[in-house]
């Protein structure tokens, strides 16, 4: 045959080899899971992430990846639409919520005490925006969700915006219930008693897998519940963190103190092994491009009361992003830098690692160029595609933005404020609360100072000139909703120290009323506990008192809504079968944390009839936090009401429960 003969058939062979075959993609986010919260960056001694390190040896670790937002929807529909949810608008979790408004809307005032005003979020992505998964479905793509979704419910699920498959189908902003069954969604049921609901999505996304139509390239959206509340895990996980924490140990490597958390995020890393597991089972890891990204920092505001080894309970945070300033929830490097790993077979070096600036928006352009799927038109995108990076080269991401919006209460928080990331630098502006109205301004340099400790804005006037001047540019082109002076604003009702500190302390979730939650299980049979929740005993409101059984070494209530000015009072009317020693213990609205050793006061209880007993609290400022400890007895302890109210005072500002009532405690004015 003639070369000229052979000439089509080169051509031929030639195109055929240089179109890359369809490639399947899984995008793994996890909820809340902080950048030091895996062992990728040597961060922990306690969490165990072998699955995630695992995912890290095939691929490419991110150093300074980003979340678009310090909270869980805007970042979501950041990586469904590429754009910053300074442009489309959603800058809080209010996803879930029954209201529907695809626009940001400024408020025109405020309370007195605060200098700016806030910015309502958008609540559902514009319908008109091109999902991630509507383009990949329109290219040929199996589409399937599995997990936490919180973008909105009908018609804005999973089912509307491109995906063919949705398990659990459920728009809440975590699991319905708890992490173990029952879970009480209502066309999705549990297979047995106890099964986590992690592992059962893990589950249900290999059997898709292993089902889906084979002609087809795929799209997973596995978007983990984990590790968002409601906190909870395997017991036995529980147990098993709880012996390595050394309690008392402030080293740095020791921060992380809740085994329960641990223990959550060890089932997160478990679903990753099983995902790589049934990929691998399949063959075809080499033809699937694996993300893993988190959707916001750490939770530092919520915590839990553990017990460890030796029966003693502790009060601790959720977790601890050190060295990072801040936590979900906050514009500071602990809310917004994550864990994030990308393969992409035969493109990204085994076990390579990158420091290219990336942020969550830019997932979208990124994915598109990896699996050959045309831009859309007319539809602005903020990300930016990092491939050069993910091929080993050197880029410059360009300037990157944070906006939150609103005044927050987690620790480190700051007034309404937009920041910009260029180079190096980092720089936060809060929104009218410098003097006389302008704005007020952190500057950062990030490569020596990655817990932001040094503001550098009164030396570097210009630096933070030119990058405020980035932050005006992108506000002006992205037509970003932006907050207003207040024009309620009184200077003698301002108070600066409160900026950046958590009012009330650590978050308390409610009790556990299923096994694997922090505390032993509880259990409340009948009625209202009237705002006590209960630990390590079960509880039931019965025959006009709360019946308490010893479930642990040191059964406890506890009220954290407590507001009584101090010093103060405990009264209570208790019924023991055996003489046995109760203890009160108090904290201040001042306090984030029970003091180790000291406000807490014994009394004896006399076995026999009803007796009224009275401990003193002495407290300075506003009691906030109580914990009851009745006397751990085989026999139940019977309480018929309890009245916290200041010492000497006429009565007006106490708390009363009476469980054998109807009506709620009388609360002092807040």
Not at 121 to 150: C, M, N, Q, V
Not at 205 to 221: E, G, I, Q, S, Y
Not at 247 to 252: A, F, W
Not at 329 to 335: K, L, T
Request: include cysteine; glycine fraction near 8%.
């Amino acid at each position: 045959m003639s070369k000229l003969a052979l000439l089509p058939l080169l051509l031929i062979v030639a195109t055929a080899s240089a179109a890359e075959p369809p490639r399947n993609i899984v995008l793994i986010l996890a909820d809340d899971l902080g950048w030091a919260d895996t062992t990728l960056y040597g961060k922990t001694a306690l969490y165990e992430t072998p699955n995630i390190q695992r995912l890290a040896a095939r691929g490419m670790t991110f150093t300074d990846a980003y979340a678009a937002s310090p909270i869980c929807s805007p970042t979501r529909a950041s990586i469904m639409s590429g754009q910053n949810p300074a442009r489309h608008g959603m800058t809080a979790p209010a996803a879930h919520l029954p209201d529907v408004r695809f626009d940001p809307i400024a408020n025109t005032n405020g309370p007195p005490h605060q200098k700016c005003t806030n910015v309502r979020s958008s609540t559902r992505l514009d319908p008109s925006i091109p999902t991630l998964a509507r383009l990949l479905k329109d290219e040929g793509y199996s589409t399937a969700h599995f997990g936490k979704w919180h973008l909105g419910l009908e018609p804005h699920s999973p089912l509307e915006l491109g995906f063919d498959v949705d398990i659990p189908h459920w728009h809440g902003p975590g699991p319905k219930t708890s992490y173990l069954a029952p879970w009480g969604y209502d066309n999705f049921k549990e297979g047995e008693p106890g099964e986590h609901i992690e592992d059962r999505m893990a589950e249900e996304a290999v059997a898709w897998l292993k089902n889906r139509d084979r002609t087809r390239p795929f799209f997973m959206n596995y978007w983990q519940f984990s590790v968002h509340a409601p906190f909870g895990a395997k017991p036995e996980l529980i147990d098993r963190y709880r012996k390595k924490i050394k309690r008392g140990d402030s080293r740095n490597d020791s921060v992380q103190q809740s085994p329960t958390y641990a223990a959550m995020v060890h089932s997160l890393d478990d679903a990753v092994g099983s995902l790589l597991d049934a990929l691998d089972a399949e063959g075809i890891a080499d033809e699937t491009v694996i993300v893993f990204y988190s959707d916001n920092g750490g939770n530092i505001h919520c915590g839990l009361e553990e017990t460890d080894t030796a029966g003693e309970e502790y009060i601790t945070a959720i977790t601890n992003n050190h060295p990072l300033r801040g936590g979900k929830g906050g514009i500071h490097e602990g809310g917004i830098r994550v864990p994030a790993v990308v393969v992409w077979p035969g493109v990204t070096e085994r076990s390579s690692r990158s420091d290219v600036r990336i942020q969550s928006n830019d997932l979208y352009p990124t994915i598109l160029r990896m699996l050959n799927v045309d831009r859309p038109q007319e539809h602005v995108i903020d990300g930016v595609d990092f491939g050069k990076a993910l091929r080993g080269e050197k880029m410059d991401r360009g300037p990157m933005f944070t906006l939150v919006p609103g005044h927050g209460n987690t620790p480190q928080w700051l007034p309404p404020s937009m920041a910009v990331h260029d180079g190096d630098w980092k720089l936060i502006r809060t929104f009218h609360y410098g003097e006389n109205g302008n704005h007020e301004f952190r500057l950062y340099n990030l490569q020596e100072d990655i817990g932001e400790n040094n503001n550098l804005a009164a030396t570097h006037p210009q630096k933070v000139k030119a990058m405020d001047r980035l932050i005006e540019d992108y506000i002006a082109a992205a037509e970003v909703v932006v907050p207003f002076p207040n024009p309620n604003f009184d200077a003698a009702k301002f108070d600066p120290s409160i900026i950046g500190v958590q009012a009330g302390g650590l978050k308390m979730p409610p009790a556990a009323k299923v096994p694997g939650q922090a505390a032993p299980l509880t259990t409340v049979k009948k009625k209202s506990m009237l705002g006590w929740t209960a630990r390590g005993a079960d509880v039931s409101v019965e025959s006009g008192s709360l019946l308490i059984t010893a479930a642990a070494r040191q059964p406890m209530l506890v009220n954290a809504k407590v507001r009584v000015e101090g010093p103060a009072e405990v009264r209570l009317r208790i019924r023991a079968q055996a003489n046995g020693t109760a203890r009160v213990q108090w904290r201040t609205e001042e306090q984030s944390l029970f003091p180790a050793t000291s406000q807490s006061k014994s009394f004896a209880v006399a076995a026999g009839d009803w007796q009224e007993l009275s401990v003193p609290l002495v407290a300075r400022g506003r009691v906030v936090h109580v914990r009851l400890f009745p006397p751990a007895q085989k026999q139940p302890v019977e309480i018929d009401w309890i009245e916290i109210k200041p010492t000497g005072g006429d009565g007006k500002e106490k708390e009363r429960w009476d469980f054998g009532g109807e009506a709620e405690p009388i609360s002092p004015k807040r």
